[in-house]
């Protein structure tokens, strides 16, 4: 059984609020608030996730706890240590990434770019060779690390970027997004790779926009909206909310009002409704009663298409998202 | 000193070397930070030689015309690197990556300037080279030690200098904008271009606060027959002097820097 004092990191109501300046003349202060009041802890050994749309406030909190930024307001610690107040402590005990191709010297070979990293997280000289080697068979670059890193593809980046993150062999690390922009088969060997870390002991906090990401990896999952967190459980919890729900995805090419009121008869049986485009998804536990009433619709060409299937964790995120915009 | 001590100092050595290593390269792979480090001082020497035959005199001015373009290129090279790199840094994304990383900026950009000081001795040399063999000029009779020590010291000022102007990219994106407006009336102010005697009581007070200008002095009168060697030596401590108080005013400010991006989260090139 795991204590309070199993949790590597403890946020308490973090906040952080950015100003923009707004005018020309008259120049005014305007705050933006990224993150406003997150609270959560993550246990030594788990892999942690963090979703959410764009500007939710997900890369901000990773910030936060790497140190790169300093909060408004509220605690976090690591390992026990304030973020603010122990940075020098903290620093050499986490690692992270930054999804993207940024954050390497693309002129220089992958080699050059992991020794020079070696070198700014105080390695033993004796030490960088042999961990670059180990590393580099881990991220499966060998062979390729005198290339330039401008040479390697986007999964390759991704991959050296994991190497960079673990050469000083952290206890925590913090991977943003780290399958963006990558093909399906360099974002499955990440995926393989942040596996391999936690069997391997690592703590991991991982921020996401793919629901099927989160939940093949991760352990627990926060949902962060607004800079808040609306829902925090296991994946299997987040999808439990959704209560066995179905979710029939129909096609109306001229939109919802071409039902004619097809839908309000049907409102009983609906738990959830979402338009997204052409597509109206309706959540229900009761699907054959849905059926029954639209599969006429089908033979006159107002749906054009229909599709049945369980509720995902995508499903649940994104009614999630919606009732909470609501 | 104790052996502790001095294996610490030695294992930093590579961190040193590792660090200049990968500036070097970045700046030779880079074709403007290269082509400024090489046609700079060729351009100032030019200028300058031109510049003084069209003022019609008979002797051209070697300390200003041939020293002073091989300075001015110096100090070229390492205001532009100081805000390229980080510049770079920042667009790059590592620069957040150097940052969360548990050696201080401080380390970090120190290393940075001594390498672009270093890269500004090529851009002095060059100069000489230009300044002899197209324009065919001979080197004044001058004392060599003295040269030396003079050059060494004002190589101890530009790095000073140099460490401050790298905090500047590190605290705001804007920075850049600013380098035109120092590169010339730093180079005037300090004497490089002509003599500091030939401007406002103002200038020439401003023109005392910063170390290059006594670096410039030094290593001027390093290279006259009959050197004042009590003038010189105040030059040389002058230089001293005053890049001290930079170093370890800058020292203090980088920490404040630290905290100060890290509120505004300026890090990134976003």
């Known amino acids: 059984m795991q204590s309070e004092n199993d949790h590597i990191i403890n946020v308490e109501n973090l906040q952080k609020t950015f100003y923009s300046i707004r005018g020309f003349w008259k120049r005014e202060k305007h705050p933006v608030e990224a993150v406003q009041g997150i609270s959560f802890s993550v246990r030594k050994g788990e892999l942690f996730g963090i979703v ?37 402590l903290v620093r050499p005990r986490i690692g992270f990434t930054f999804g993207g191709n940024k954050g390497l010297y693309s002129r220089l070979s992958g080699l050059d770019n992991l020794k020079y990293f070696a070198e700014l997280y105080k390695l033993e000289p004796d030490a960088i060779t042999k961990r670059i ?9 060998t062979g390729r690390e005198h290339d330039r890193v401008e040479t390697y593809s986007s999964g390759m980046q991704q991959r050296l970027h994991l190497a960079r993150a673990l050469l000083h062999d952290p206890e925590l690390i913090f991977l943003d997004e780290p399958t963006v922009g990558i093909d399906p088969v360099g974002a499955r060997e990440i995926r393989q790779l942040v596996k391999d870390l936690v069997k391997r002991g690592k703590t991991v906090l991982l921020t996401s926009h793919y629901m ?29 909310q959704s209560s066995g729900d179905c979710v029939i995805a129909i096609q109306t090419p001229n939109g919802e009002q071409s039902l004619n009121g097809k839908l309000e008869s049907l409102r009983q049986y609906l738990t959830q409704v979402h338009t997204s485009g052409d597509t109206l998804s309706l959540y ?6 849905i059926l029954n009433e639209l599969t006429p619709l089908l033979e006159q060409n107002v749906i054009t298409n229909i599709e049945v299937r369980n509720a995902t964790l995508e499903d649940v995120y994104v009614n999630i998202i919606k009732n909470n915009a609501a | 000193m104790s052996t502790l001590s001095r294996t610490m100092r030695l294992n930093r050595l590579p961190f040193v070397w590792k660090q200049m290593n990968v500036q070097f390269r970045m700046r030779t792979l880079n074709l403007l ?8 001082p060729v351009i100032f020497s030019a200028v300058g030689y031109f510049l003084a035959r069209t003022a019609g005199r008979a002797q051209i001015d070697f300390i200003h015309t041939i020293i002073g373009s091989g300075v001015m290129g110096m100090w070229s090279t390492l205001l532009f690197t100081s805000f390229f790199d980080l510049r770079a840094d920042r667009r790059e994304g590592t620069l957040e990556l150097l940052v969360g990383s548990p050696t201080s900026i401080f380390s970090i950009l120190s290393i940075r ?37 003079s ?21 705001s994106r804007l920075s850049g904008l600013f380098l035109n407006y120092l590169e010339l009336p730093i180079g005037m102010l300090t004497g490089f271009m002509f003599p500091v005697s030939l401007l406002p009581a103002w200038a020439q007070w401003l023109s005392m606060l910063t170390p290059l200008s006594w670096a410039f002095k030094g290593l001027s009168a390093s290279f006259q027959s009959d050197i004042d060697l009590p003038s010189l030596w105040i030059n040389w401590m002058m230089t001293l002097g005053i890049s001290l108080v930079f170093l370890v005013g800058t020292f203090f400010m980088s920490k404040r820097v630290q905290d100060m991006i890290r509120v505004t989260g300026e890090l990134s090139s976003v």
């Not at chain 1, 080697?133 to 670059?141: A, H, I, M, R, S």
């Not at chain 1, 099927?212 to 439990?240: Q, S």
């Not at chain 1, 229900?284 to 009663?289: A, L, R, V």
């Open chain 2, 151 to 171: 050059l060494a010291i004002m190589l101890f000022g530009f790095w000073c200098i140099g460490i401050f102007l790298a905090h500047w990219p590190v605290v």
């Open chain 1, 133 to 141: 080697k180990e590393l580099l068979e881990v991220v499966g670059l």
């Open chain 1, 284 to 289: 229900t536990q009761t699907p054959s009663k």
């Open chain 1, 212 to 240: 099927y990401e989160v939940e093949e990896l991760c352990d627990r999952i926060a949902v962060v909206n607004h800079g808040k967190v609306i829902a925090l459980d296991t994946p299997a919890a987040l999808k439990a």
């Open chain 2, 33 to 40: 930070a290269f082509g400024l480090t090489v046609t700079q």
């Open chain 2, 113 to 149: 300037a001594f390498a672009n000081v270093l890269l500004g001795c090529v851009s002095f040399l060059l100069s000489m080279i230009v300044a002899m063999s197209l324009f065919g000029f001979a080197l004044p009779h001058g004392n060599f030690p003295y040269f030396l020590v």
């Open chain 1, 52 to 88: 959410g749309p764009n500007g939710a406030g997900k890369t901000t909190t990773v910030k936060m706890l790497s140190t790169l930024l300093l909060p408004t307001s509220g605690t976090a610690t690591i390992f026990g240590l304030d973020v603010v107040k122990d940075t020098n």
